[in-house]
């Protein structure tokens, strides 16, 4: 592999990235489980994943569909579609272990303090209700956040000003049929944004806009950061999108994170052998291949998994070990690696700072 | 080949436009309820108007008038339109003030069970799992359950009267409805405006009211004006059965019902309380039908 000093190096930059954000975490996630109870026995969608924000930091979750991205929001929101249900584990947000809360003391976090946006504008508003209707609703459930001395109408008016909306005072009174897919995805931004909350989680909020559309999206999710600090987890499965504008990276396959780590070393020095194969199926400009390399095989049954390792089947360096025991995450510093083989390779460098199996990095 | 296909496009289409132009007034009573809303609207009339329209006191017994046939009828007269009855009363007075009766139970009866089987059936739909189980069972309880066998035993342990057969006949179709709401909601609570709403901090209330209610409102007006038609055969059920309205107050399933004893002479007693009847019902269903049409857009495009 690699030579041993040169990973050194790097090593401690990345150890320096969890440490230099650790005073200040907004969300901590340690061992969340979360699965789906079926006729056919539990599918285990999101299994042991431990991950967490610093305020105003954006942490992209990748992988691909079915690896358990969007239920690893649906559970921060605690909103996990029935026959599914939280499990076991911590989702510590600002002192409080959200899994422990009742109901109605998440409706009071949900919007005000966690604002969420999806894939499809097309589908995310309702459509017959006024853009200003559902703008204000946010103002409604919340009224300690509405913007003091405004009446509800004028903070709606603000905030489609600032997601830029033109001609907002017009608009408001227009329905979603009236909005292109554009402008309605900045509506929802606006509606997860209006109460300033800490965390804003987007689910694929880009995959659905053409490219154009996305770039002006990011930078206006990049720049409501900027302006108040909100943290961002951000899920998507465009890797681009990632190196764009994520701090810090969570790869996910078969409801695990395999990976995690700051953007850097995800892209220079991924560890796992299933982030690799991602950045090698990524096309490249001034780069010709007969034939963009893909990854093999198909994504696992999660209702089946296979023993040890989900990816093993798959995977071009897997060993026997991997086919009969599940590697436990791999610390270096506060990322992390599920992988016997990458294990290996990081003892052989002299940079395994914590013996295999000892749970996670945190 | 494309000459030919264009002739015998262009043939079609005259002869199609020739067709359109001699259905054009069978279209026209196709695309506006004109039958269900002069039907309703005299039923309506009648039930507003009644002392006004009824020529004669429906309670007044002429015992030397008994058993006049219709006007039109041999030995009928215009002072009896449609007959008098075995007492002597006009006939076509009871079918006005009868219509109260109709109008009265169809208005309480569909309004009640729209509301709480809409509320059961959003209830059960949204929050599924054992409430849901729970619900539906009940709902399937109700509907396995011989609606007139039921009810006839129900109104005779209660006593009859018009709180008791809209109690009744409530009781037999909320179920209906709850189910029909359930199936719309299950498909609606997945949409993306409501998970978001939910992020947004909803509670439930709020949610039904403002992104459900909305979307299950057509299914349940369409429902609601077929199920005019079963609420009034089931009232005219129970009041001939003698477990509804009972007299002195007027009522078409009375109506038939103290005729039956005069049929053989007198058939108009039968005939025309039971054309009112088959009337309004009919006229419920296409109003429904209609309605189903006019508010769903697959439909339309092809009406």
Redesign the interface.
């Known amino acids: 592999m690699t030579d041993g000093v040169a990973m050194a190096e790097r090593s401690e930059q990345s150890a320096a990235w969890r440490s230099g954000a650790g005073g200040d975490e907004l969300l901590i996630v340690r061992n969340l489980r979360t699965h789906f109870f079926t006729r056919d026995g539990a599918v285990p969608a999101v299994d042991d994943i431990s991950f967490s924000i610093a305020r105003g930091e954006v942490l992209g979750i990748v992988g691909e569909s079915g690896s358990g991205k969007s239920v690893t929001a649906r559970s921060i ?1 605690r ?1 996990v ?2 026959p599914g249900r939280i499990v076991s584990g911590e989702v510590w947000f600002k002192g409080q272990n959200l899994v422990d809360l009742t109901e ?1 003391e998440m ?6 303090q ?3 946006v ?1 894939q ?1 504008p097309m ?4 459509p ?2 006024t853009i200003g209707d559902q703008v204000g ?2 103002y409604r ?2 009224p300690d956040r509405a913007p003091r001395g405004r009446s509800i109408r004028q903070a709606v008016l603000d905030i489609l000003a600032r997601v830029r909306i033109p001609d907002a005072a017009r608009r408001v009174a227009e329905y979603p049929l009236h909005f292109s897919g554009g402008m309605r995805q900045r509506v ?1 931004i606006a ?1 997860a944004t209006a109460c300033r909350p800490d965390l804003v989680i987007a689910d694929e909020p880009t995959t659905a806009l053409d490219v154009t559309i996305q770039a002006q999206v990011l930078e206006l999710l990049l720049e409501l950061r900027d302006e108040f600090g909100v943290s961002v987890l951000f899920i998507t499965h465009d890797l681009g999108v990632v190196a764009k504008i994520c701090d810090s990276v969570a790869v996910m396959y078969a409801g695990r994170i395999v990976e995690y780590a700051d953007v850097e070393s995800i892209f220079e020095r991924p560890r796992h052998p299933y982030t690799r194969a991602l950045l090698r199926s990524l096309p490249q400009l001034g780069k010709r291949l007969p034939r963009l390399p893909s990854i093999e095989g198909q994504p696992p049954d999660l209702g089946a998994l296979p023993r040890g390792c989900a990816f093993a089947p798959r995977c071009p360096s897997a060993i026997d070990r991997c086919r009969e025991a599940e590697p436990e995450p791999t610390a270096i510093g506060a990322a992390y690696v599920r992988c016997f083989v990458a294990a290996d390779e990081l003892l052989q460098a002299g940079l395994r700072t914590t013996p295999r199996g000892d749970g996670h990095a945190s | 080949m494309s000459t030919e296909t264009l002739n015998l496009g262009r043939r079609r289409a005259a002869r199609s436009a020739g067709l359109r132009g001699a259905l054009a007034p069978y279209r026209f009573v196709r695309r506006y309820p004109i039958f269900p809303v002069v039907i309703w609207g005299a039923v309506v009339l009648f039930a507003l108007a009644a002392p006004l329209i009824a020529p004669a006191d429906p309670f007044r017994q002429v015992l030397t008038d008994r058993l006049l046939p219709p006007a039109w009828a041999g030995g009928g007269s215009l002072d009896h339109l449609l007959g008098t009855d075995h007492l002597g009363r006009d006939v076509f007075s009871r079918i006005v003030y009868g219509s109260r009766v109709t109008v009265t139970v169809v208005l309480l009866t569909v309004t009640a069970s729209a509301v709480t089987g809409t509320f059961i059936g959003m209830l059960a739909g949204y929050f ?2 054992p409430l849901d189980a729970l619900l539906m069972r009940a709902v399937d309880f109700q509907i396995a359950l011989p609606a007139l066998l039921f009810g006839v035993m129900l109104a005779s342990v209660l006593e009859p009267g018009l709180n008791n057969v809209v109690i009744v006949i409530v009781l037999f179709t909320w179920a209906s409805f709850a189910r029909l709401v359930r199936a719309e909601v299950l498909s609606l609570r ?4 409501v ?9 439930w209330q ?1 949610i039904f009211a ?2 459900l209610l ?2 299950v409102m057509n299914t349940v007006m369409v429902l609601g004006s077929l199920e005019v038609s079963a609420v009034i055969i089931f009232e005219s059920s129970l009041s001939f059965l003698g477990l509804g309205i009972v007299p002195p107050t007027v009522s078409w399933g009375a109506m038939l019902s103290e005729g039956r004893e005069s049929m053989s002479v007198a058939w108009w007693l039968v005939a025309i309380p039971g054309i009112a009847i088959f009337l309004v019902a009919l006229a419920g269903n296409l109003f429904g039908d209609w309605l189903r049409d006019t508010l769903d857009p697959h439909l339309r495009r092809s009406a």
């Open positions: 929101m909103l579609p029935l109605s409706q009071h976090i949900r919007g005000a966690i604002g969420m999806l499809e589908t995310s508003l309702n017959v209700l609703e946010l459930h919340h929802s509606m | 599924g799992g997945e949409r993306d405006y998970l978001l709403a939910r992020a947004a901090g909803a509670g709020r403002r992104h909305p979307g």
